[in-house]
């Protein structure tokens, strides 16, 4: 999985021209990050992670807002 990243270049090799989805196993379900990251880039790559941040600040807010509302009902 590392070796697909490192593979990798800013716009990557494009869509479906992974050199290490034959190496890696179960390289549709376990390593989509790797593959994803060999054949799109570091676009891919970093939109993946600002969309996983965005989700945990997301949670966050929202629970944070019934935090509040839980605490007006005590």
Same mark, same amino acid.
């Given at each position: 999985? /590392?070796? %697909? !990243?490192? +593979? @990798?270049?800013? !716009? =990557?090799?494009?869509? =479906?021209?992974?050199?290490?989805? &034959?190496?890696?196993?179960?390289?549709? @379900? &376990?390593?989509i990050? %790797?593959i994803?990251?060999?054949? #799109? =880039? !570091?676009?891919f @790559?970093? =939109? /993946? #992670?600002?969309? $996983?941040?965005?989700?945990? !600040?997301? @949670?966050? #807010?929202? $629970?944070?807002?019934?935090?509040? +509302?839980?605490?007006?009902? #005590?």
């Amino acid at each position: 999985a /590392t070796m %697909a !990243i490192a +593979l @990798s270049n800013v !716009i =990557g090799r494009g869509h =479906g021209n992974s050199v290490e989805r &034959d190496y890696l196993p179960q390289a549709y @379900s &376990d390593f989509i990050f %790797a593959i994803g990251a060999e054949e #799109l =880039g !570091i676009v891919f @790559s970093v =939109g /993946t #992670l600002l969309l $996983f941040l965005a989700f945990f !600040i997301l @949670s966050a #807010l929202f $629970f944070y807002s019934f935090k509040i +509302l839980f605490l007006f009902l #005590l």
